[in-house]
Nanobody, 125 residues
Framework: QVQLVESGGGSVQAGGSLRLSCAASARAFSSYSMGWFRQAPGKEREFVAAISWSGGRTNYADSVKGRFTISRDNAKNTVYLQMNSLKPEDTAVYYC??????????????????WGQGTQVTVSS
């Protein structure tokens, strides 16, 4: 069983930065791939970023490449999403996901993963 708690969301002006954290409670946390998705009002869920269990492999949506960075600290059972140069279109609820059996990416179904409750990110123009 995995319980995920996101934090770090809030309201910022365009061009600002936020760092999201996802704290996990799980045995053998380091064996889980981790990722971030987001969902804006009236929009489909969108893949944002993912990181492998070792941290050696990362993937990003084209819309956030160069601006967002995903990282993990297995000793703290925590995954981070550093978001820089935020844009109004980044406004969404951001969800953390953990999965031990499937790769996380744009076509990830989410059915085998564990999801956090989400944290709101609002970027004003």
């Amino acid at each position: 069983q995995v319980q995920l708690v996101e934090s770090g969301g809030g309201s910022v002006q365009a061009g600002g930065s936020l760092r999201l954290s996802c704290a996990a409670s799980a045995r053998a946390f380091s064996s889980y791939s981790m990722g971030w998705f987001r969902q804006a009002p009236g929009k489909e869920r969108e893949f944002v970023a993912a990181i492998s269990w070792s941290g050696g492999r990362t993937n990003y949506a084209d819309s956030v490449k160069g601006r967002f960075t995903i990282s993990r600290d297995n000793a703290k059972n925590t995954v981070y999403l550093q978001m820089n140069s935020l844009k109004p279109e980044d406004t969404a609820v951001y969800y953390c996901v953990a999965d031990r059996s499937a790769s996380i990416g744009p076509y990830y179904s989410g059915s085998s993963g564990y999801w956090g409750q989400g944290t709101q990110v609002t970027v004003s123009s």
